[in-house]
């Protein structure tokens, strides 16, 4: 089954980060990016304010996440990440999201949390209207997630999140970075615990390597900053 499937390879990511309670095996997956508040209309036809509307969450990042809690897999423990604006919408997503998910997302004074705006029809897909361009999560910063990713054993993105802003790009390649070093570490643990298996890990430093060269190309403004020369490490 899906959920037989996937707690078999979730349990696959224990790795030396991994916490233990008692007994019990705790997979931490974390994904982080932009979540709206969705007005979604109950009728068809051109949106109205003064509709027949509902509220709901749109966000692929925190859906992922539920869904993942919805398994019901014990030992899975959620994590989405975001910012939220200090207003209505960004109440209504924290009163939505909390006990479904672990939520890591302040509120800040001053800015607005991002909308979208459904309207259905009868003849072909519905389509959106957002208003998010400058909202609390564009602004989200690697150093925003950074204190939670380094014990994930799983971390989920998408291509959204860069697409929202500078800032957001560069939070997605810091993001990858540090994931990266920290399968580099793991690789050189195990090729120093057992040297005679090195030709075994050749197919993941190439990779690794691949990678890096990509990684590479995106000079951000953060890395710049904290003077960070990945071509020293791998």
């Known amino acids: 089954s899906l959920k037989a499937g996937f707690k078999h390879h979730l ?3 224990y790795n030396n980060r991994t916490e233990f309670c008692g007994d019990d095996l705790v997979v931490k997956v974390v994904t982080f990016g932009e979540t709206m508040e969705q007005d979604n209309p109950r009728y068809t036809g051109p949106y109205n304010p003064d509709g ?10 925190s859906n992922f996440a539920i869904g993942l809690q919805r398994l ?3 030992g899975l423990k959620s994590i989405w990440i975001s910012r939220l604006g200090d207003d209505d919408s960004g109440n ?7 006990g479904r998910v672990t939520v890591i997302a302040d509120k800040y004074h001053g800015e607005f949390t991002g909308r979208a705006y459904v309207t259905h029809y009868y003849d072909r897909e519905p389509t959106k209207r957002y208003e998010r361009k400058g909202s609390a999560a564009s602004k989200l910063t690697f150093s925003d997630i950074e204190p939670h990713i380094k014990d994930a054993d799983l971390l989920h993105v998408t291509g959204i999140t860069p697409a929202l802003s500078d800032t957001c790009r560069n939070t997605i390649f810091e993001a990858f970075r540090l994931e990266l070093e920290y399968v580099y570490a793991g690789l050189l643990d195990a090729i120093q615990e057992d040297p005679k298996n090195k030709d075994e890990y050749k197919s993941n430093l190439e990779l690794i390597d691949h990678l890096r060269e990509i990684l590479l190309k995106y000079e951000t403004k953060e890395r710049i900053e904290k003077g960070w020369d990945y071509a020293d490490k791998y």
């Open 11 to 13: 349990y696959l990511l």
């Open 52 to 61: 027949d509307n509902f509220l709901d969450c749109a966000g692929a990042e």
């Open 72 to 74: 019901g897999i014990e």
């Open 92 to 98: 209504f997503i924290r009163e939505q999201l909390y």
